[in-house]
């Protein structure tokens, strides 16, 4: 068997087994073998594309087959089992019309407290996740649809790198606001009140209020309005490296602020201890999930005093002797 017959044998075997519903440790274990290779990822999305394109179930078999006749043994018991399993989608979706019966949630991906993962979404967008985040993803829209793709943001922060297709705008959910875009580079982030955009690259909308940011935007949006202030591109990234593990404070943060999110990302907690302590100012950049350095380096500028109290780490700034 040839490497381009095995890639297609593993692609198609995904698409079932995509189909069928993967596990978070399976949907890790193909997120992995898309990465692998350029050639994976061709051949994964080519026999997506074919399944979708195709005009009903039957056309299947007019796809394309190798000229090895085991080849096209393997790929008609394939067809098979795709049937099977499309047939069996198919009544789930009747259900939830009639019965609203609920379908499992396996378009779900979360993140832990300091945790992060990437997602590739079948078509070519990309999905991170930041720290203690949760988005769904609805397979009976994304790729799927022919009016759009839609991804709901259920709490934290998600970067989304999105595939160009005007005639398909990419919607981001989260809680009452709509943040819409065809090809761009943006963040979203879900906050008590309301949610924080940043935008890297291209335009959005941010449907409520039809307010258009493009790239340097940060912007707020809740029940109010939407609050849009412009920032240097190069700022905005500096606030998106979380992507890369770091968290980056500009000169004369006040530590409050800088505490609050680092804290987004650690089960124990910082807390500040008096007025003197709250206006210190910070400056860097810094792994957040490594507090220690964090602290060494408040200490040493700052004269700060960590106290650890069980689960929580008291910072404290101590008061010059008489």
């Known amino acids: 068997m040839s490497d381009r017959e095995r890639i ?6 995904w698409l079932i087994r995509r189909d069928r519903g993967l596990r978070a440790d399976e949907q890790a274990e193909l997120q992995a073998w898309l990465r692998e290779s350029v050639a994976h990822l061709v051949a994964y999305l080519r026999l997506d594309r074919a399944w979708r394109a195709a005009d009903g179930l039957c ?9 090895h006749t085991g080849w096209a043994r393997w790929w008609s018991s394939m ?32 993140t832990v407290v300091g945790g992060r993962e990437e997602i590739l979404l079948r078509d070519g967008s990309r999905i991170t996740l930041n720290t203690d985040s949760e988005v769904r993803i609805d397979i009976f829209r994304i790729d799927i649809s022919d009016k759009e793709r839609r991804v709901e943001l ?4 998600a970067f989304f ?15 009452s606001e709509n943040v819409v875009a065809v090809g761009t580079q943006f963040s979203v982030r879900r906050e008590k009140a309301g949610v924080r955009i940043l935008v ?11 307010t258009e940011l493009s790239a340097g935007a940060l912007a707020y949006a809740d029940d109010i309005g939407v609050i849009v202030q412009s920032r240097p591109v190069a700022e905005i990234l500096d606030a998106l490296k979380w992507r890369e593990g770091f968290v980056i404070f500009q000169d004369g943060t006040p530590l409050d ?24 100012r910070v400056g860097g950049e810094f792994h957040p999930t490594d507090l220690d350095s964090f602290i060494r380096l408040l200490k040493v500028s700052d004269e700060v005093v960590a106290e650890d109290r069980g689960n929580d780490i008291i910072l404290r700034k101590e008061t010059p002797a008489p």
Do not use: C
Request: charged share 35%; glycine share 6%.
């Open 257 to 280: 602020e800088a505490v609050k999110e680092i804290n987004r990302y650690n089960t124990r907690q910082l807390r500040l201890e008096g007025a003197q302590t709250a206006e210190v």
């Open 79 to 110: 067809i098979a089992d795709y049937r099977a399993v499309a047939a069996a989608l198919l009544v789930s979706v009747m259900l939830a019309a009639v019965w609203g019966f609920r379908m499992p949630e396996d378009g779900v991906h979360r």
């Open 161 to 175: 790198d999105v595939s160009p297709d005007p005639a398909r705008p990419f919607i981001v959910q989260a809680g």
């Open 8 to 13: 297609n044998r593993k692609a198609a075997e």
């Open 200 to 210: 890297a690259e291209g335009r959005v909308r941010v449907e409520r209020s039809r």
């Open 154 to 157: 259920r709490r934290g922060e």
């Open 59 to 67: 056309q299947l078999e007019e796809f394309p087959q190798e000229e």
